[in-house]
């Protein structure tokens, strides 16, 4: 049984390699990644809507719960056994490390141009709103 979900934007470059190193250290299967960008997203997990998914990272736990931001990256890391990024979830830090968080999300495709070379992982057509859903 998977005990997280996440559901994860793959046309970002940095978030795909994100995806590709949990995937890598998850060697209990306990992370279960989901492309919002998948045909039938919307049909398969209706709790989740795709359009503010690909604002903020979102998921849910073993129980429901739904975790957003920086949430799901210290619990999703967490579970693979890097605890690097619990530190972010310091009640004085949090709330410093959302907004930057929220900055980092807004501006994902120009930082992934920057330190990969590429914007997004599509075509044009791909990129379009609403195309894959």
Sequence with gaps: ????????????????????ALAARDTQQKLQLVDIWQPGFADRYPAIDPAAANRLLHAL??????????????????????TRYNWLRWPLIKPVADVGYRLFARHRYSLSR????????????QCKPGAGQ
């Design 61 to 82: 736990d073993e129980r429901g719960n739904l975790l957003l931001g920086l949430d799901v990256t210290a619990r999703a890391w967490s579970l693979v056994g890097i």
């Design 114 to 125: 920057l330190l990969t070379g590429k914007a997004r992982l599509c075509d044009s057509d």
């Design 1 to 20: 049984m998977k005990t997280l979900t996440l559901f994860y934007d793959s046309r970002c470059p940095l978030c795909a390699l994100e995806m590709q």
